[in-house]
C-alpha cells in the first residue's frame, strides 16, 4: 500500500469514526432525556456526554437545534438551587466608633 493510500484511508476513517459511534433517532435522544432526573449523581454525568454526542451526530437542522436546546434546560433543572448564605456571621459585632 502505498503512502498516500494509507493517509487517506487513515484519514477517512478518523472523519467517519464520530459518526459511527454516535447513530441515535432523535425518539431515543427524547427517551434518554427524560430518563435524567431519574439517574443518580454518579451515572448523570456519561449519560450527558453520551446524549452530547448523540445530538452532534444528528445531521443539521431545527430537530437538532430543538434536542440540544431541552437537554440544556433538563440539565440546567437538575442543578441544585444554591444554598442562601448564612445570615449569622461568625465575626463578632462591631463595635460603634467612639470619639475620645
Same mark, same amino acid.
Given at each position: 500500500?502505498? &503512502? $498516500?493510500?494509507?493517509?487517506?484511508?487513515?484519514?477517512?476513517?478518523?472523519?467517519? +469514526?464520530?459518526?459511527?459511534?454516535? !447513530?441515535? %433517532?432523535?425518539? *431515543? $435522544?427524547?427517551? !434518554? #432525556?427524560?430518563? #435524567?432526573? @431519574?439517574?443518580?449523581? %454518579?451515572?448523570?454525568?456519561?449519560? @450527558?456526554?453520551?446524549?452530547?454526542? =448523540?445530538?452532534?451526530?444528528?445531521? *443539521?437542522?431545527?430537530?437538532?437545534?430543538?434536542? +440540544? =436546546?431541552? @437537554? $440544556?434546560?433538563?440539565? +440546567? /433543572?437538575?442543578?441544585? *438551587? &444554591? %444554598? &442562601?448564605? /448564612?445570615? !449569622?456571621?461568625? #465575626? &463578632?459585632?462591631?463595635?460603634?466608633?467612639? !470619639?475620645?
Amino acid at each position: 500500500m502505498t &503512502p $498516500i493510500l494509507r493517509t487517506l484511508l487513515a484519514a477517512a476513517f478518523l472523519v467517519a +469514526a464520530p459518526l459511527l459511534h454516535a !447513530q441515535a %433517532t432523535e425518539s *431515543a $435522544i427524547n427517551k !434518554q #432525556l427524560g430518563k #435524567l432526573r @431519574s439517574l443518580s449523581a %454518579t451515572q448523570r454525568p456519561v449519560a @450527558s456526554i453520551k446524549l452530547a454526542a =448523540d445530538i452532534r451526530a444528528l445531521p *443539521a437542522g431545527p430537530s437538532k437545534v430543538n434536542l +440540544a =436546546d431541552r @437537554s $440544556i434546560q433538563e440539565l +440546567a /433543572n437538575l442543578t441544585p *438551587a &444554591p %444554598t &442562601p448564605p /448564612n445570615r !449569622q456571621s461568625s #465575626l &463578632p459585632p462591631a463595635r460603634p466608633n467612639r !470619639q475620645p
